[in-house]
Nanobody, 121 residues
Framework: QVQLVESGGGLVKPGGSLRLSCTDSVLTLEEYAVAWFRQAPGKEREGVACIDFSADGTRYAASVKGRFTISRDKANNAVTLQMNGLQSEDAGVYYC??????????????WGQGTQVTVSS
């Protein structure tokens, strides 16, 4: 059974950085598209970044492009999200997702439990 687990969330000051990690004990994540989403209280879940096997390889929301980087940590069967220049608007619960497909999408069948990111001075 797919079991995605996120880690790396925490409290960071504005302008600070965090690196999130998404792992799975069953799937070989390097074979599939994997996406990061986030959700702030009272708001809809929104896509943040995705890594897949398209020509571009990665995709980012306009609000995070240039600050966030998604990459594969194949040695640890993980997909990471390096977040730099964090602002209050970036706060929320971050989730990783996959659907055992090769390309990024907008809907996924498998989700992790989420990891909290708090940005506060």
């Amino acid at each position: 059974q797919v079991q995605l687990v996120e880690s790396g969330g925490g409290l960071v000051k504005p302008g600070g950085s965090l690196r999130l990690s998404c792992t799975d004990s069953v799937l070989t994540l390097e074979e599939y598209a994997v996406a990061w989403f986030r959700q702030a209280p009272g708001k809809e879940r929104e896509g943040v970044a995705c890594i897949d096997f398209s020509a571009d390889g990665t995709r980012y929301a306009a609000s995070v492009k240039g600050r966030f980087t998604i990459s594969r940590d194949k040695a640890n069967n993980a997909v990471t999200l390096q977040m730099n220049g964090l602002q209050s608007e970036d706060a929320g619960v971050y989730y990783c997702a996959t659907d055992q497909l090769k390309l990024c999408s907008t809907k996924y069948g498998f989700w992790g439990q989420g990891t909290q990111v708090t940005v506060s001075s």
